[in-house]
């Protein structure tokens, strides 16, 4: 079964930007949405970006403007780029599937922490 890698996070200071990747050991080509979640500590898991196949983008509103999903089908990977990080973006990020398909089994995710 394909397996999710993400990596790319870290301590950085509010108002700065990270890259996130997440890599599938699969091919991710056949999976209409794929989409970026996050976990806060005491909070359910949301999803916060979407990217359809035909790259489509679809994002949650604290997040609109700020942050931007692309995917390269060909290196099987899905990255989130975040500008202008605000403290309570802080959180463990995790990639999978989205919409009506299943989800693949989750990945250990990547701590992201905004603080000064």
């Known amino acids: 079964q394909v397996q999710l890698v993400e990596s790319g996070g870290g301590l950085v200071q509010p108002g700065g930007s990270l890259r996130l990747s997440c890599t599938a050991s699969g091919s991710i080509s056949s999976i209409y949405t794929m989409g970026w979640y996050r976990q806060a500590p005491g909070k359910q898991r949301e999803l916060v970006a979407t990217?359809?196949?035909?790259?489509?983008?679809d994002y949650v509103e604290p997040v609109k403007g700020r942050f931007t999903i692309s995917r390269d089908n060909a290196k099987n990977t899905v990255y989130l780029q975040m500008n202008m990080l605000k403290p309570e973006d802080t959180a463990v990020y995790y990639c999978?599937?989205?919409?009506?398909?299943?989800?693949?089994?989750w990945g250990q995710g990547t701590q992201v922490t905004v603080s000064a």
């Open positions: 999978n599937v989205a919409g009506a398909e299943s989800r693949l089994p």
């Open positions: 990217i359809t196949r035909f790259g489509s983008t």
